[in-house]
């Protein structure tokens, strides 16, 4: 089976290269993987649905309900739990391995130009750039940093066997789902367990004791701080206080998910999950077990939290450690049954601005978190902090009709996003260009 899904990608590949002799033209319809621009379009969206919070309150919020400006509502309790359920977690494992895929088609594509693994590099090293100023300058919720560094360090696996790339990077997120499982874990133990507590250093169990207290007070100060006039003490604050996160996220982010994604989109693309190479029958039976079983596990996960009121450990064991592995299982689940949709759904109206949208990820992740400033800053509107989670979804719905309507629209007239003609431009050094 998988030696002949391996020289149908080969085939594949051949096609996937045919007539890209040159990079100054973007890929031709007939030439490009629908369903990445597809599901990538659709991914695009439902990551600003989950980060959405961080967004408009406190970045713990995100997380932790009681973090909210003035505390949250009921309602606020059962969005967060919704959106544990379907939302959190999932399209941020789709982004991943669809990034690892597309890390692997562009290589697949300077290969056949006689190009090397040196010209991918050079165009991480640009994705990193644009992800420490997204960091520093626009929201620290960044997560193309890190796709830099992990990318980075995946292109020494690039020639590796599909089967390797495969098992390799499941192995590494069960690893660091059973690290996650114990750190978080542990801390939930502790916190509510004296006997295991009395085990940890006196310094640690100080943390545990105040670490909640302190959260809300850094909460209240973050909110204070972005409902303030002034742009350039936010951008203070986040050179002076977040650079420990960053760093943190780079290291512990990337170890326990981010380089097992990669490498599982690059094997799922090798495979032919994206292109039909696989049995459609089998990806849509797989598909829906994996999307309604690692739903309905989660469930408990998300009532339990809510119903013992969202005490701070247990909050996070439930949503980094437990979610982490119910989450993957939905993730590969809805990119099975999105590449099934995925022909058919491209020639609507809808659909097509979809692959319009996906097709600009990079221009619309950034663009979002662009358009989002002076929504919420003090300095523009001021509403940080005054929406709740359900308005805060208000605020959604209108960025992504505008992310459809103008992705298509732009696409339309000019060859590439602006953000992806830029970085385009900056990979191979040149100026190509944009308007058709």
């Not at 006039?229 to 996160?245: F, W």
């Not at 829906?288 to 450990?313: D, E, H, N």
């Not at 990119?335 to 600009?360: E, H, I, Y």
Request: charged share 15%.
């Amino acid at each position: 089976m998988v030696g002949a899904t391996q020289d149908v990608n080969s085939a594949d590949a051949e096609m996937a290269a045919g007539g890209l002799v040159t990079p100054d033209q973007p890929v031709k319809r007939e030439n490009r993987i629908i369903s990445l621009d597809f599901i990538r379009g659709i991914a695009v969206l439902g990551i600003l649905f989950a980060n959405i919070t961080a967004f408009g309150q406190p970045f713990m919020a995100y997380f932790w309900p009681p973090a909210m400006t003035g505390g949250p509502t009921e309602m606020d309790q059962s969005v967060w739990v919704f959106q544990m359920i379907f939302v959190d977690f999932k399209f941020r494992i789709i982004f991943t391995v669809l990034f690892g895929a597309g890390l692997y088609l562009f290589m697949e594509r300077a290969w056949a130009r006689g190009s090397s693994r040196w010209l991918q590099f050079r165009r991480l090293l640009f994705l990193a750039m644009f992800g420490l100023i997204h960091y520093f300058l626009i929201w620290r919720g960044d997560i193309l940093t890190v796709y830099a560094l992990w990318g980075i360090i995946a292109l020494s696996m690039m020639k590796w066997k599909a089967k390797t790339q495969l098992i390799t990077g499941i192995v590494f997120y069960v690893i660091g789902s059973l690290l996650m499982l114990a750190i978080m874990g542990g801390n939930f133990a502790a916190a509510t367990n004296p006997e295991i507590a009395a085990n940890f250093p006196p310094e640690a169990q100080e943390q545990l004791t105040n670490a909640p207290k302190e959260i809300l007070v850094d909460s209240k100060a973050e909110t204070l701080l972005y409902s303030g006039d002034s742009y350039v003490a936010i951008v203070t604050d986040t050179v002076t206080n977040q650079v420990g996160n960053l760093i943190q996220e780079l290291i512990f982010v990337g170890l326990t998910e981010t380089l097992a994604l990669i490498l599982i989109g690059m094997a799922l693309y090798r495979y032919g999950f994206f292109s039909g190479a696989l049995n459609a029958a089998k990806m849509k039976r797989w598909g829906w077990i994996g999307v309604i079983g690692g739903s309905v596990l989660t469930v408990p996960f998300a009532l339990w939290t809510q119903g013992a009121g969202f005490p701070f450990f247990q909050t996070m064991f439930a949503f980094q450690a437990l979610l982490g592995i119910t989450a993957i299982f939905v993730s590969i689940g809805l990119m099975a049954l999105f590449v099934l949709w995925a022909p058919t759904a491209a020639d609507s109206w809808l659909g097509q601005r979809f692959v319009a949208a996906g097709r600009m990820a990079f221009s619309n992740y950034l663009g979002t978190s662009i358009i989002l400033m002076p929504v919420f800053h003090g300095w523009g509107l001021g509403l940080f902090g005054e929406f709740h989670r359900l308005e805060l979804f208000g605020v959604v719905a209108a960025v992504w009709v505008l992310m459809l309507l103008w992705s298509k629209w732009w696409l339309d007239r000019f060859r590439y996003g602006p953000l992806e003609w830029l970085w385009r431009c900056l990979t191979y050094l040149k100026v190509f260009p944009l308007k058709r």
